[in-house]
């Protein structure tokens, strides 16, 4: 069975990523400008993201983040349904239809859920910064999770997260 990720909330960040696309906004910055904008259409859930409360507000959300010429972009971090049941069981995903728009998946970082810190950047097992995963490598990135856990006990639980963006609204 296909592990089944759901939408914990939205980001806007600059568009495009200096070096490479992750979760952690310390490497990957976010479009704050934008992202004070946005509080007044989808205030912030228990994770720090963004969580329109209907889907008259996702969309004024799309069209005030996703605009590549300003150089910002809307995404989607994305954890394992799994993940969202056992730590934090009061959460639910939004209920907006986010399937609306056209996403791109960018790939699945390895993160701690305080403040979505990449394992990828903290270099747990190699001394170069590691590419985010393919879905199609999740036991390697679980692998990895399991090792920053017991590598980073301060940074724990690490978490497998996707990331996608807007591409077409």
């Known amino acids: 069975m296909k592990p089944r990720f759901v939408t914990a909330g939205f980001d806007i ?17 976010q479009r ?3 992202y004070k904008q946005a509080l007044g ?4 859930n228990s994770l720090q993201l963004l969580e329109p409360p209907n889907e008259q507000a996702f969309e004024e959300l799309v069209r005030l983040a996703h605009n590549e010429r300003d150089g910002a972009t809307l995404i989607s971090i994305d954890l394992l349904l799994s993940t969202l049941a056992s730590v934090f069981p009061s ?3 939004p209920s907006i239809r986010a399937d609306r728009v056209q996403w ?5 970082d390895v993160c701690d859920l305080n403040g979505f810190f990449s394992a990828l950047n903290m270099k747990v097992e190699s001394a170069e910064l590691m590419p985010l995963f393919d879905e199609s490598e999740l036991l390697n990135a679980f692998m990895l999770a399991e090792s920053a856990n017991v590598k980073i006990p301060a940074h724990r ?11 077409n609204s």
């Open 157 to 167: 639980p690490f978490v497998l997260a996707r990331i996608r963006r807007v591409i």
């Open 32 to 34: 704050e400008d934008l």
């Open 104 to 108: 791109q998946t960018l790939g699945v």
């Open 91 to 93: 959460l639910t995903p």
């Open 13 to 29: 960040r600059v568009w495009p990523p200096a070096r490479s696309a992750t979760t952690d906004a310390t490497e990957w910055p």
């Open 41 to 44: 259409l989808a205030p912030e």
